[in-house]
């Protein structure tokens, strides 16, 4: 079975701070993809990178950057100089790497509220 | 540009009643879901299917049926609505992929169902 841990329900900071989302998975599959998305005030998903477990080079992409560390199960996301529209519910999901259909597990997703 | 559509966006059923939701994606993707999202408990696999024809069950399909006529939609039915019904629900689709299963879904924007 597997499993997303997203520990941090909600998480406030002002503007401009740095935030840091946390995500602990467990799987028993040796190869798999890890996933963030985000879900605006507005509702839909928007996915936002996918990382597969062979590779744990980091990733930045603007202000966003993602540390993949396979030894502690754990894949964050860090939002630097936040800005108001960053305010969301962020979600974590794991995915095995067995080809077809998805059976993707998400975590119970991060509320993050950027204040002015 | 449509991506995933959802209809309706919005609705207010009594217990009892029966409703569809529509799900109808432009991509020509092979693998369609149904998720539900409730406060605390992120998105949960109702149904899925892997082709036209073909459907299988998720983690909470208990109270809703879904068909797959067409490749392009993926309906769900509610029988008989409950007030444990009340959710959001998003459908999601994604391409068959070949060897890799990269697990990037496609969402839609949801769909409100409240039960009273």
């Known amino acids: 079975a597997q499993k997303v841990t997203q520990a941090q329900t909600e998480i406030s900071v002002v503007e401009k701070e740095d935030v840091t989302l946390d995500c602990v998975y467990e799987?028993?599959?040796?190869?798999?993809?890890l996933f963030w998305y985000k879900q605006p005030p507005s509702g839909e998903l928007v996915f936002l990178i996918r990382?597969?477990?062979?590779?744990?080079q980091n990733e930045i992409s603007g202000r966003y950057s993602w540390n993949f560390q396979k030894s502690t199960s754990s894949f964050n996301f860090t939002i630097t100089a936040s800005q108001v529209v960053d305010s969301a519910v962020y979600f974590c999901a794991l995915n095995p790497y067995s080809g077809g259909y998805q059976k993707v597990t998400f975590g119970i997703g991060t509320k993050l509220q950027v204040i002015p | 540009n449509a991506g995933v559509t959802q209809t309706p966006k919005f609705r207010v059923l009594k217990t009892g009643q029966s409703m569809t939701l529509l799900c109808a994606q432009d991509m020509n993707h092979e693998y369609m879901y149904w998720y539900r999202q409730d406060p605390g408990m992120g998105l949960r696999l109702i149904h899925y299917s892997v082709g036209e024809g073909t459907t299988a069950k998720g983690e909470v399909p208990d109270g809703y049926n879904v068909s797959r006529l067409k490749k392009q939609n993926f309906l769900l039915g509610l029988e008989s609505a409950a007030p444990s019904q009340t959710s959001v629900y998003f459908c999601?689709?994604?391409?068959?992929?070949?060897?890799?299963?990269?697990?990037?879904?496609?969402f839609g924007e949801g769909s409100r169902l409240t039960v009273l």
């Open positions: 799987t028993r599959d040796t190869t798999y993809y």
């Open positions: 990382r597969n477990s062979f590779d744990e």
């Open positions: 999601a689709s994604s391409p068959r992929t070949s060897g890799a299963n990269t697990g990037e879904l496609f």
